[in-house]
C-alpha cells in the first residue's frame, strides 16, 4: 500500500520501541526511510536511510557510530508542545500563605488547605478548558487500551486523582534548596548516584527529590546513598504523578541533575518548561546527548559539563551561589519563550524545510548523503 500510494519519505517514529513495525521498513516501500524522534539511537540497520538529529546530539565525529546518514534540524531536533498544553506554567505560582502550593483540579473543598492558608483564595489553581476529570476522560478514551498498559513515563496521562502538592507536604522546608530527577530509575548508574551524593553531602540544607519508579528501587537507593554517609532526610520519593502535575512539580524543584547514560527527554523537557535549570554531561551515545541539545537549545550552555568533577562543581555552586542561581534560572525562565525549543511553529517550518532538502538531494546525487547545512531550503522555482 506505502509503495502503490508512492510514498516518497517513510518515518519510522517507534525504532525499537512498542509498537514497533521495522519489518515494513525492511522491505523498503519507500525511497528515502527515516529514523525520528521516538527512539533515541541509531537502528543499525541497512534499511533507514537518515536520522534526524541535530549537530549536538549526533556530531560528525560519531558518524560511525550510526548506519544512517544525518539529517541535521537547525537547532535542536527534540520538541515540546508545552507552550500550547501548558500556558499556565509560563506564570509563576505564588500565593501569600505561609509556603508555595501547587492545586491541581478546580472547586477544592479539601480541609486541608485551611491548616495552612489564612486565604484560600489566594492559593493560584491549574485552569484549563476542561475540569482536570474531563481532561483525563478525554485522553483516556483517545489512548485506550494500548497506552493503559503502558508505564506512565510523563508521556501519557494517567488516571489520578486530585490533589494538592507543595513543599510542606513534600516535607521539604522552605530554605531547602531542591535538586530533582523525575526519570525512571532504571537511567540512574552508581556513578551518577555516588556524584550526587557528593553534592547531597556538599550542600547544606539540600534535598534530592526522585520518584518511585520503580518502588522497589527506593530502598536500594536509601542504601547506597547511606553507605556514602547521606541522611535519609536528604532524599525524598514520591509517586508518579499524573502530568499536569508532572510538569508544575518542576517549579518546585531548583535544579534538575540529568542521567548522563540515558538524559531526561521529554521529562527535561518537562522540567525546563517549569522553569527548571538542568545540569547534563553527554557522553557518546544519542540518548546521552539529548540533555546537551535541549540545554545549548535553551541557551544555557554553561550547565553542559565534560566530566563528573564539572558536574559535581557546577551543581554545588547553584546551590551555594544564590547570584548565580538567579542569573541561571532567570535565563531559563524568559528563555522557554524566546528560544526555539518550545517553538512549534518555526519547528514545523524547519522540518518540512529539512525534509525537502532530504529528496532534492536523492533525486540530484541519485544516493545518500549526510544533510548538514540546516539553512532554510530557498525556493528554486
Known sequence: MI????????????????????????????????????????????YMDYIITDKVTSPMEHEEHYSEKFAYM?????????????PHVLRDLTSHCSITSIVSGCNQKSPIFSQHCNDISN??????????????????????????????????????????????????????????NFNQLYKLDPNTFSCWCRILNRVPNSVLWLLKFPKFGESNLREYA????????????????????HVR??????????????????????????????????????????????MTAIGCKELVVNNFKEYEEISVKLAIDKEYYKKIKSKIWFNRVSSSLFNVNKYTSDFDSLLYKIWD????????????????????S
Open 123 to 180: 492559593l493560584s489553581y491549574i485552569r484549563d478548558r476542561k475540569t482536570l476529570n474531563q481532561y483525563v476522560d478525554f485522553h483516556l478514551k483517545q489512548r485506550n487500551e494500548e497506552n493503559l498498559k503502558c508505564k506512565n513515563s510523563g508521556e501519557r496521562i494517567p488516571e489520578m486523582n486530585e490533589w494538592i502538592l507543595d513543599r510542606k507536604f513534600l516535607g521539604i522546608l522552605k530554605d531547602n534548596f531542591v535538586f530533582c
Open 74 to 86: 537547525p537547532n535542536s531536533f527534540f520538541i515540546g508542545d508545552h507552550a500550547r498544553m501548558f
Open 3 to 46: 509503495s502503490d500510494h508512492g510514498i516518497q519519505i517513510l518515518l519510522n517514529l517507534n525504532g525499537y520501541t512498542k509498537g514497533a513495525r521495522n519489518e515494513i521498513f525492511a522491505l523498503k516501500p519507500a525511497p528515502i526511510q527515516i529514523m525520528y524522534l521516538g527512539y533515541p539511537s541509531t537502528s543499525g540497520s541497512n
Open 249 to 294: 512539580r518542576g517549579q518546585i524543584a531548583d535544579i534538575c541533575l540529568d542521567t548522563p547514560i540515558c538524559n531526561g527527554h521529554t521529562t527535561g523537557m518537562d522540567v525546563l518548561w517549569a522553569g527548571c535549570p538542568i545540569v547534563t554531561m553527554p557522553l557518546n551515545s544519542f540518548a546521552s546527548r539529548v540533555g546537551s541539545s535541549i
Open 361 to 380: 538531494s536523492y533525486t540530484k546525487n541519485n544516493k545518500i548523503i549526510h544533510i548538514l547545512d540546516s539553512s532554510p531550503l530557498l525556493d528554486s
Open 226 to 245: 547511606k553507605k556514602h554517609g547521606v541522611p535519609q532526610s536528604k532524599i525524598i520519593f514520591t509517586d508518579v504523578a499524573g502530568k499536569e502535575e
